[in-house]
């Protein structure tokens, strides 16, 4: 199982947030839509944590500015991208991280990113508004 992890779907969910052309990246977020609405099983959550930490907080970074739109769509899907088994403490630190990631989309240099960050901030706003401190929010 952890071999099929780590050699599948990282693959797959590197594909999806590294694609060139979206209609690819669509496709392979609808093909990991199936772990995406089970995220709240502690299982689906820690693997999602698991094989998306080391790529997504990378991708919302890049120099390309595809790769900051497609990362931002993961975000959506993926948040909050915590590890169930570490604790308040840990969850609290992952929604400032994201929170961070959704601020530098809003002021990104390039227009298309900005509207995909502004997308992503009212979709995750939208669904955990009252999880999130209320000065996270602000600072959006």
């Not at 797959?12 to 995220?39: C, E, W």
């Not at 698991?50 to 919302?60: F, K, T």
């Not at 959506?76 to 169930?84: A, E, I, K, M």
């Not at 002021?107 to 996270?136: C, H, N, Q, Y």
Request: aromatic share 6%.
């Amino acid at each position: 199982q952890t071999a099929i992890e780590e050699n599948v779907l990282q693959d797959i969910m590197h594909a999806g947030i590294h694609a060139a052309v979206p209609n690819t990246a669509k496709t392979v977020r609808s093909v990991l839509d199936q772990f995406y609405t089970k995220k709240k099983t502690p299982v689906v959550e820690s693997m999602l944590h698991r094989l998306y930490g080391p790529l997504l907080w990378r991708a919302l970074s890049s120099s390309n500015a595809r790769v900051r739109i497609q990362a931002s769509f993961v975000l959506v899907d993926t948040f909050p991208l915590r590890d169930p088994d570490a604790g308040r403490e840990a969850t609290e630190v992952c929604v400032k991280k994201s929170m961070a990631a959704l601020a530098s989309l809003l002021e990104d240099d390039i227009p298309s990113v900005r509207v995909a960050g502004a997308t992503a901030a009212s979709k995750i706003l939208s669904s955990f508004w009252v999880a999130i401190p209320s000065k996270d929010i602000q600072s959006l």
